[in-house]
T-cell receptor, first 113, second 113 residues
Framework: GAGVSQSPSNKVTEKGKDVELRCDPI?????LYWYRQSLGQGLEFLIY????????KSGLPSDRFSAERTGGSVSTLTIQRTQQEDSAVYLC???????????FGPGTRLLVL | GENVEQHPSTLSVQEGDSAVIKCTYS??????FPWYKQELGKRPQLIID?????GEKKDQRIAVTLNKTAKHFSLHITETQPEDSAVYFC????????????FGKGITLSVRP
């Protein structure tokens, strides 16, 4: 079946602009994660959605970052007033439950000029 | 919350040799320990996982061992090949409806031909 998809695959924006990144998880997966990966670095946890529970936002680096998940499926990560340090690959992953195998999307490569 | 650490950050081995990558975790309640492989420019993918009710699991050239007393688990790769060169992430999670997977920072394995 279809895996996790993300769009856009690449995004170039100017400093100060807002961006929206989209994640379509695998159908039926209740858990959805967002991670940020800077060049050559590890997976930085951003936010975690599990079913109808309140999201775990403990990894969001600033109040410029927000995410929502509509209808328990598609998720959007929004970065307001982008900064150059926001440049990274943003990865989304979904799993059947929060503690099972995570399937990652291809990522969105964000470049802030 | 859970804290997962990986050491060293890089490992270089000669083709054909074995490689062992070790992770430690902090929460004794953790019971699920997956390993992910991320090749250059690609998304992380699960390669093997283990649950706390077993001490070892093998899949062809890779194996994972778990020491619950010492709170560490290791990835073993035998007869390494150049295509094993990648970043390897370990992770851990504890049971619970909203529990999430916590990743280590990753180890870069280089297999010298």
């Amino acid at each position: 079946g279809a895996g996790v998809s993300q769009s856009p695959s690449n995004k170039v924006t100017e400093k100060g602009k807002d961006v929206e990144l989209r994640c379509d998880p695998i159908s039926g997966h209740t858990a959805l994660y967002w991670y940020r990966q800077s060049l050559g670095q590890g997976l930085e946890f951003l936010i975690y959605f599990q079913g109808n529970s309140a999201p775990d936002k403990s990894g969001l680096p600033s109040d410029r970052f927000s995410a929502e998940r509509t209808g328990g499926s598609v998720s959007t990560l929004t970065i307001q007033r982008t900064q150059q340090e926001d440049s990274a690959v943003y990865l989304c992953a979904s799993s059947f439950t929060g503690v099972e195998t995570q399937y990652f999307g291809p990522g969105t490569r964000l470049l802030v000029l | 919350g859970e804290n997962v650490e990986q050491h060293p950050s890089t490992l270089s081995v000669q083709e054909g040799d074995s490689a062992v990558i070790k992770c430690t975790y902090s929460d004794s309640a953790s019971n699920y320990f997956p390993w992910y492989k991320q090749e250059l420019g690609k998304r992380p993918q699960l390669i093997i996982d283990i649950r706390s009710n077993v001490g070892e699991k093998k899949d062809q050239r890779i194996a994972v061992t778990l020491n619950k007393t010492a709170k560490h688990f290791s990835l073993h790769i035998t007869e390494t090949q150049p295509e094993d060169s990648a970043v390897y992430f370990c992770a851990a999670s504890f049971p619970g409806a909203n529990s999430k997977l916590t990743f280590g920072k990753g180890i870069t394995l280089s297999v010298r031909p």
